[in-house]
């Protein structure tokens, strides 16, 4: 049987001043080799004989280890580096509690085994002859001394660290609160000012073992008594007892039979009022001498929810009565604020204990009586179990969805516990629909992809998606359906629009995440015309959503999207609504602007359709270009539509300007480029002759006319437009084109000498041509690594035997 005694939680102290649990396991004490010396051995809870090990911490005779609440051990190992062990059971605290004891030679009836010596070497040094603190009698006549000895020691850690120990070893505190008792039977206000002083320093020596006192059940209400007294509100003071004993009241929905759990959270929530409401705000320099409430206020959380968890027959009859339709309106109302504070507690726990609580929960049967819950009229029992939802799938949203298609097999669509909470969005009574905001963030965390888990036999997000859009979609976009039947919606009120843009923003959060599930829907059902409908709305809020949809849908570059925008013209409500808002200079017009821009420069099937169906209504809008731009990209793709070979052309020129890398192949038109500055004149670039089959090819000569008379008036283009650029591009590229039927070939070697200009190789001017031959000049970007190449590959060609030219032929320029 396991040993429960050493059974104990792990917890560090992060940055902002939190526990986090870094697991559960058993703790043992032993000589470390490594160490060199006796340790503190932590190992993890497994099915094996021993688990990973959680801590391993040498036992240093210079620490200061401290008690706590009889089952807490903490400690420092370096400066900002705190740990605590928090065990099950009392004996075990007490049994490792002796062997740090042991180890650095200190009693175990102390709950700090050294002093925390963190002062000044001037005050180290002041302090050594004096090994105490004597405190003044506790007498009415010595309070303003003690007040004053209180007030001088707080600034120093050490003499805040001996008041201390002298506070808790004379039994100071049960005496002081005896005179609180007498100064108020007296009425004796300077008495009680004094008091508050006193108490409120020693909240600040940052205590446990004072605290432990202090928050006693015969203590607690006498101190929370002197706290009520602040000089500063001029003699009047705070009723604070007469709220926790007659306004606050302890309701026990389901009898809690463990009498220390009941003290327990009796106890926590009276120490949770003081921080709150009754202790001053802390000052800057005060706040961290605090941190020793907010560890006590934090376990004994901790310590609730363990308690609770574990006890069985709670939770069934909790639930048991929550689902129970005998259980009166009044009584589930208190059960469902019950388990709602129930849950809240729980964000105490680290994650992974988190987890496990609500899996708990779940196999208790919590989500179907949230169902229950949310079947009623009452809204502030609805408000409550919306809250413990929002719990459940902030945690583990898989455990949530996993329960809702679990439900689907055995309940009809009306009845689904997501279709409960869509109902509740879109029915929210509240002006603001505060609840429908809450309500459609817990369902985009549920249908979020990113969160959703694959495994080897299924996949979350393929069923999930695939069940939510078949029995859940309709039910959410039914207001939008309603509403945009006609050209206008049909209420155009303020709730009204605000729940549509709220749908509208959980439907673009699918457009960018669910591909083809919201691509069919939104086709099938021509959500988007319905959406754009909502342009002409009054409210420009909700309008801007119905463009922001549209966008997201033309921002994807589906040409399933775009042919349906086309075919049902949806971009006439857009442009309606541009010209509807005219010339004021606002965000529907930069919108719209925006939308029509990225289409010119991305979408070329949509481009099109704009000029071809809208152009007359917007070529008037000149103060941006935006819409010139489109009208000048559409005639570009009908003129190379109209004349390939010229885009042909185009492509390749472009290819070699802007290549990456001097020897790129272009496969689709399998032509070679040439760059040799040194070997052309400079109104010219030779094309040398191809091999004998051109001369065979049938009908090579009408082809190669045809196809040199686009290039011709291309060329003359190019060339008016590349004049005033001659001095800026210091060097001229050569290109060279040998035509064969309709195949195209190009070198990227040098000419061979044979057909260099002046070269002792160039054959008479009488001999006549092997080829048809063309020569032009075109100005390229010229590229540094271009002229080793050139040089490499005219030594590899002057070996070859090339056929004479006997003339050149010019191309017209």
């Given amino acids: 049987m396991t040993d429960t005694r050493r059974r104990v939680k792990v917890y560090t102290l992060n940055e902002d001043r939190q526990w986090d649990d870094r697991g559960t396991g058993h703790v043992s004490s032993g000589y470390v080799e490594r160490l060199k010396g006796m340790s503190l051995l932590v190992r993890a809870e497994s099915d094996g004989e021993s688990g990973s090990l959680l801590l391993e911490s040498k036992i240093n005779p210079n620490t200061a280890y401290q008690k706590q609440q009889d089952t807490l051990i903490v400690w420092s190992e370096a400066e900002n580096y705190d740990l605590a062990l928090s065990f099950q059971e009392k004996a075990g605290c007490d049994e490792i509690w002796e062997k740090i004891c042991q180890v650095q030679g200190k009693d175990p009836s102390v709950d700090i085994t050294q002093e925390l010596v963190d002062e000044s070497e001037e005050e180290r040094f002041d302090d050594m002859s004096s090994p105490g603190l004597e405190l003044p009698p506790c007498e009415l006549g010595h309070l303003e001394e003690l007040a004053e000895l209180v007030a001088s020691s707080l600034p120093s850690p050490l003499r805040r660290e001996k008041l201390a120990l002298a506070v808790e070893n004379e039994g100071y505190i049960r005496k002081l609160l005896e005179l609180f008792r007498q100064c108020e039977d007296l009425e004796n206000a300077d008495g009680l000012h004094h008091l508050y002083e006193i108490v409120k320093g020693i909240f600040l020596l940052n205590r446990t073992a004072l605290f432990e006192v202090m928050f006693s059940e015969e203590c607690i209400m006498d101190v929370i008594g002197c706290l009520e007294h602040d000089p500063a509100l001029g003699g009047l003071p705070r009723r604070h007892r007469d709220f926790l004993t007659k306004t606050a009241r302890f309701k026990e929905v389901i009898p809690i039979g463990d009498p220390e759990l009941r003290a327990k959270i009796h106890q926590t929530y009276r120490v949770q009022y003081i921080q709150d409401m009754v202790l001053p705000t802390p000052s800057v320099f005060e706040e961290n001498m605090l941190s020793t409430l907010h560890s006590f206020i934090f376990f004994n959380k901790v310590e609730i929810v363990g308690m609770l968890q574990d006890d069985e027959k709670f939770l069934t009859d909790l639930f048991a009565q929550l689902t129970d339709e005998a259980t009166d309106d009044d009584k589930r109302h208190e059960l469902v604020n019950f388990l709602k504070e129930f849950c809240a507690f729980s964000q105490t726990l680290q994650p992974q204990n988190r987890d496990t609580f609500f899996k708990t929960l779940s196999n208790m049967g919590i989500l179907p009586a949230l169902e229950v819950i949310l079947g009623m009229d009452d809204v502030q029992v609805r408000g409550a179990a919306t809250d413990i939802f929002s719990y459940l799938v902030e945690c583990n949203p898989s455990m949530v969805r996993e329960f809702i298609m679990q439900e689907s097999q055995q309940n009809d669509d009306d009845i689904l516990l997501i279709n409960l909470i869509i109902e509740h969005m879109i029915c929210d009574s509240d002006p603001e629909l505060g609840g429908a905001v809450q309500l459609m963030g817990l369902l985009r965390t549920l249908v979020d992809p990113e969160n959703m888990m694959a495994t080897a036999n299924k996949t979350e997000k393929t069923e999930f998606l695939s069940f939510f859009y078949k029995h859940c979609m309709h039910v959410l976009s039914a207001p939008l359906l309603a509403n945009t039947t006609d050209d206008k919606p049909s209420r155009d009120d303020f709730q009204t629009s605000q729940l549509l843009a709220l749908i509208l923003e959980l439907l673009t959060f699918c457009v960018e995440h669910h591909t083809y599930h919201i691509k069919n829907y939104i086709i099938n059902k021509d959500i988007l015309r319905r959406v754009l409908v909502l342009t002409a709305s009054q409210h420009a809020f909700l309008a801007l959503c119905a463009l922001r949809f549209m966008r997201r849908i033309i921002g994807l570059k589906d040409e399933f999207y775009n042919r349906y925008i086309m075919k049902n013209f949806l971009f006439e409500p857009v442009v309606k609504a541009f010209l509807s808002n005219g010339a004021r200079y606002n965000l529907m017009n930069s919108a719209i602007i925006e939308m029509f821009e990225y289409v010119r420069v991305d979408v070329k099937s949509l481009t099109a359709h704009i000029v071809e169906n809208y152009w007359k209504a917007l070529e008037d809008v000149d103060y941006v270009q935006t819409f ?132 002792p190789g160039s054959g008479a001017k009488g001999s006549p041509p092997t080829a048809a031959t063309v020569t032009t000049k075109v100005g390229l970007v010229d590229y540094p690594d271009d002229d080793e190449e050139d040089e490499e590959d005219v030594g590899g060609e002057s070996k070859e035997e090339t056929p004479p030219l006997s003339k050149k032929s010019k191309l017209s320029s």
């Fill in 628 to 759: 010139k731009g489109l009208k000048l990209r559409y005639e570009q793709q009908r003129e190379r539509q109209d004349n390939p070979k010229l885009d042909s052309m185009r492509s390749i020129l472009r290819n070699h300007r802007f290549r990456r890398d001097a020897r790129m192949l272009d496969d689709d038109e399998e032509m070679w480029f040439n760059a040799d500055e040194e070997e052309l004149e400079d109104c010219e670039a030779v094309v040398p002759p191809s091999d004998n089959k051109i001369t065979k090819a049938s009908g090579g000569t009408a082809e190669n006319e045809d196809l040199m008379d686009p290039i011709s008036k291309f060329m003359e283009r190019k060339k008016l437009k590349d004049s005033d650029d001659k001095e800026v591009l210091g060097k001229s590229s050569s290109f060279k084109l040998s035509f064969s039927g309709s195949t195209t070939k190009t070198s990227l070697s040098s000419p061979p000498a044979s057909l260099r200009p002046g070269s």
